[in-house]
């Protein structure tokens, strides 16, 4: 949690929670581009879609999970919420390529044959 910006002063703990949750889901966002492009970079330009929304319902889930073992360190970590998953939130790759597909489109309709 201290990793994530919360303030640990002798045995008290102060945090904001939605500022974990962000923080986290930044993380967890920035971790996922080189993932896919690993795994299937074919499917970058969709995916990238649901970075974002992904990222922060996996960091609520997280987040409510370590507060919950801090608050009761008897229990082992587990998921200790179901969020509703987000709709995907369009990238600007995911802008850029649909505009250059159109581009190339429109070229492929044009016939430019320089040589007369």
């Known amino acids: 949690m201290a990793m994530l910006g919360a303030d640990i ?3 008290m703990l102060r945090y904001v929670k939605r500022d974990l949750i962000s923080k ?7 971790f996922a581009e080189p993932y896919i492009i690993l795994r299937s970079p ?6 990238s879609n649901h970075f974002k929304p992904v ?3 996996v960091a609520s889930i997280f987040i409510d999970g370590l507060i919950h073992v801090i608050t009761k360190p008897e229990d082992m970590i587990a998921a200790r919420t179901d969020p509703e998953p987000k709709p995907e939130e369009e ?15 429109k070229l492929e309709k044009i016939d430019i044959n320089p040589f007369g």
């Open 24 to 30: 986290c889901a930044v993380k967890f966002e920035n």
């Open 91 to 105: 990238t600007i790759k995911s802008k850029m390529a649909k505009k250059a597909e159109d581009l190339y489109e």
């Open 42 to 47: 074919k499917d970058l330009i969709s995916a």
């Open 55 to 57: 990222s922060v319902e």
């Open 9 to 11: 002063s002798g045995n």
